[in-house]
């Protein structure tokens, strides 16, 4: 049992949980598993899953009018790395195969 296709994620940083759909290897192109983890649960495992940026956009100061944004919020945000979202998962599914989700239809 192994992920092959981490189909999408999304971080609820509020309740700092994460909600994932994968697709095992034995699972074909109409099947989907849908799960929502506590992110505690990855620190557990040694997986930092969250990471802090202010890098999201990569441009040259010259490409904006300083007009265009708000600069009042300076605030990072979270982005979570795929590669090692999938090494968790995997890892995580393997020790708690109980918790494994179901196979759904899409």
Do not use: C
């Not at 992920?3 to 034995?26: A, C, H, M």
């Not at 598993?33 to 202010?54: A, C, H, M, P, W």
């Amino acid at each position: 049992m192994e992920i092959q296709e981490l189909v999408s994620y999304y971080l609820y940083e509020d309740t700092k949980r994460v909600e994932v759909s994968f697709r095992l290897t034995t699972d074909s192109e109409d099947e989907i598993r849908n799960d929502v983890i506590n992110l505690d649960e990855s620190k557990e495992f040694g997986y930092e899953l969250i990471q802090e940026s202010t890098d999201f956009f990569n441009f040259d100061d010259d490409d904006f009018d300083d007009d265009d944004f708000d600069d009042d919020d300076d605030s990072d945000f979270q982005t979570i790395d795929e590669d090692i979202l999938l090494s968790f998962l995997n890892e995580y599914y393997i020790v708690y195969t109980e918790k494994l989700p179901k196979v759904e239809l899409i």
